[in-house]
């Protein structure tokens, strides 16, 4: 995950300070960092290119000394105390209104790992590097906004406000997070709860579609017909034809040229409809009964079942406890609160409901759909095959 620019405000010594990384603050919410997605592995680097983008490389490198280098030496090599970013020609802040050639501003590791810390602990090398960079940025950008007078005014302290707002609320939030982890004897007891939902099973099926391909939006399929071919294709089926021979001849006499694969490798539960979920009380080598739907229907023999063990479904069932007790959390602190707008402040549209007795009209669109001259499809399309 990036860490969140909203996170950076932090608490300085004087209100003054406060101002000039705020401005930093605002030029280190408009970067991106693609890069720093947990886990990512940065992207392979050709011999001698630089860190800057192309689009960039006209631009002042304004990256910390050394950044742009095939490599460094790693953190734990380099003390506490020493120096991490050094820009020459921004004085720093405590000797602020003495610039001249010489100044220089500098942030050790043990400050820049504060920082980073805050923002999201465990940042991988690439997400520190853009870090880096992006601070520095700011660093600039932000002693020339002091220079500037930009640092003072009511908008700025309005803007402050609302973000630091923002950033306890993202405390809260993650605060929340934290605490609706599951426990390992929950996810276990969730698992033997719902075991069902962790079958897994490999199919063959056909798909029978009551439209021909030549069809008109008018015309409509003989049910009786159909339903006889289909129980017709179903006993072929479980005598013990070639699932792949059969739809390949259902789909030739409705005139489509290609059918569909007939292998639906692991299918889960949450993946077939209800409708179909009786495939799941099928033995291997057994032949469903005709599935009817609405543009066709569907025969399965069951290839194989097994259930996922715990530990393959384990980050799944974390995943969906979490976002459980998150969520109840989150209901049972707003639960209790209401909000008011001012409707002719905001420009709410007012919605005024129908007169007793009156009957609402359907919208034009609305009809359109919904009429008897409304167009029906003229064939089907071809169902979709799940796979790994």
């Not at 409705?254 to 099928?282: C, E, H, M, N, Y």
């Not at 001012?342 to 034009?364: C, D, K, T």
Request: charged share 25%; aromatic share 6%.
């Amino acid at each position: 995950m990036c860490y969140d620019g909203l996170s950076t405000l932090v608490v300085f010594h004087d209100r003054r300070q406060l101002r000039m990384r705020f401005l930093g603050l605002l030029l280190l919410l408009t970067s991106t960092l693609a890069v720093c997605q947990q886990g990512a592995k940065p992207a392979p680097k050709a011999s001698g290119s630089q860190t800057t983008p192309p689009a960039a490389s006209s631009s002042p490198n304004f990256g910390p000394a050394g950044s742009n280098k095939d490599s460094a030496a790693p953190a734990f090599e380099v003390p506490p105390n020493a120096a991490v970013i050094t820009v020459t020609g921004i004085c720093d802040l405590k000797s602020a209104g003495t610039a001249s050639s010489d100044c220089k501003t500098t942030v050790t590791r043990a400050e820049f790992e504060r920082l980073a810390d805050a923002l999201k602990p465990n940042l991988p090398p690439a997400a520190k590097q853009k870090l880096g960079e992006d601070y520095t940025r700011a660093l600039v950008f932000s002693a020339e906004a002091k220079k500037r007078g930009l640092d003072q005014g009511t908008r700025l302290e309005e803007v402050m406000r609302f973000i630091r707002m923002q950033v306890v609320a993202q405390e809260l939030l993650k605060e929340l997070q934290e605490q609706a982890k599951p426990t390992p004897e929950q996810v276990a007891q969730y698992y033997k709860d719902h075991e069902s939902q962790y079958q897994e099973v490999t199919l063959k099926r056909i798909f029978l579609p009551k439209n021909r391909s030549d069809a008109k939006p008018d015309d409509k399929p003989d049910e009786a017909a159909f339903s006889a071919n289909a129980e017709k294709i179903r006993a072929r089926a479980a005598a013990g034809e070639d699932f792949d021979k059969l739809q390949k001849e259902v789909f030739e006499a409705a005139g489509f040229k290609t059918p569909p694969p007939t292998t639906i490798p692991a299918w889960r539960r949450q993946s077939v409809p209800a409708s179909q979920a009786a495939v799941f009380d099928l033995k291997p080598g057994e032949v469903s009964q005709v599935l009817p739907e609405t543009i066709g229907a569907y025969i399965y023999r069951l290839e194989s079942k097994r259930t996922l063990p715990l530990d393959q479904v384990k980050p799944e069932i974390e995943a969906n406890l979490s976002q459980e007790k998150f969520t109840a959390e989150m209901q049972s602190l707003t639960s209790g609160v209401k909000t008011e707008l001012n409707e002719a402040y905001f420009h709410i549209p007012q919605q005024h409901p129908p007169a007793e007795g009156s009957v609402s009209q359907p919208s034009a669109s609305k009809a359109a759909s919904t009429g008897p001259t409304a167009a029906k499809p003229a064939a089907p399309k071809e169902p979709a095959t799940q796979s790994k």
